[in-house]
C-alpha cells in the first residue's frame, strides 16, 4: 500500500510524518505518472485555490497556487474514476468539493472563529449521528483549523457530517457511494489530551 500526496514537498512534512508515523508508505509527488501507482490519495491543505477553476472572480482569495491546483483537480479525477479512496483536508475538502460541482465562500464573516495569523484555533463541533466520524470521535468533540474560506453548497454527492455549532461553517464531508471524505480541520496536526488525528488516518487507511 502507498499513499500519494498531491502537494508542494516544502509544505507536506506534517503529513508525511503522520504517515511515517503509522508506519504507511507514501510518495509525496507533482506528477500524475507518479501518483498513478498509488493506492489512495491525501489532498492536503494550503493556499486558497484559483476562484476561477469554480467561476467566480475573486473576493478575497489569497496565497493561489493555480498549477498546484489544477494537478490537483486532475489526480482527484483520476483517483475517483477507479474508486481510490481519497481524503481531503482543510483546503483539500474545499477542492473535493469544487471538483464535484460544489460552490465555496471566499471569506466568511466568521473566520475568526477558525484562523489565526500565527496558529491554529481550537473549537468544538458537532457531528452526525451514525456518520463515519461519530464511529471515530463521537458527536462532540474540538478540532484545530486554520481557514477563512468555507463550503457553501455542498455537491451533489456530497454529504456534510459535521459543523461549527456557533457558525454552521461545515467541517466535514463524504461521498455518498465512494470512499472519499473530507475534513475542513487538521488531523495530522491535532494533538490535545483529549484527542488526536491519528484515528481519522487509521480509519483512512483501513478504506485502501
Known sequence: MKIGIVGRPKSTKNYEHA???LRTPFL???TIG?????DALILPGGGDINPELYGQPNLGSCHIDTELDLLQLRAFEQAMKVSLPILGICKGMQLINIGLGGTLTQHMDSYHLHTDALKDVYHTTVTTEGSFL???YGTDF????????????PATDLIPVQWCPEDSCIEALCHTSLPIFGV???PERLHTDSVTGIPL????????
Request: glycine letters at 0%.
Open 34 to 38: 507518479e501518483l498513478a501507482v498509488c
Open 28 to 30: 509525496t509527488s507533482l
Open 142 to 153: 474540538t478540532v484545530n483549523s486554520r481557514h477563512h474560506q468555507a463550503v457553501v453548497q
Open 201 to 208: 488516518f487509521q480509519h483512512f487507511l483501513a478504506s485502501v
Open 184 to 186: 475542513q480541520w487538521h
Open 134 to 136: 461519530a464511529a471515530i
Open 19 to 21: 504517515l511515517y508515523h
